[in-house]
């Protein structure tokens, strides 16, 4: 597992765990699979931001391997 702060890090059909804009106070994460990247910049500090293939959008915490 590592972080979601590098664009390298991440590709469609991956999957991660995010945490969602409504979850950014408590830190609770969310799993699925990455349809999409957001970010467009190599590195973000509080991780990439994707678009899950059920529609979610956030940020990415972990990668899983």
Same mark, same amino acid.
């Given at each position: 597992? !590592? %972080? +979601? ?15 969602? @804009? ?7 994460? !969310? %799993? +699925? ?15 990439? @931001? ?16």
């Amino acid at each position: 597992m !590592t %972080d +979601g702060q590098k664009r390298t890090m991440i590709k469609p059909g991956q999957k991660v765990s995010i945490v969602l @804009k409504n979850d950014q106070k408590t830190g609770t994460l !969310t %799993d +699925g699979i990455v349809k999409d990247l957001l970010t467009k910049s190599s590195f973000h500090p509080h991780g990439i @931001k994707v678009r899950l293939e059920n529609g979610l959008v956030g940020r990415v915490k972990i990668v899983h391997s």
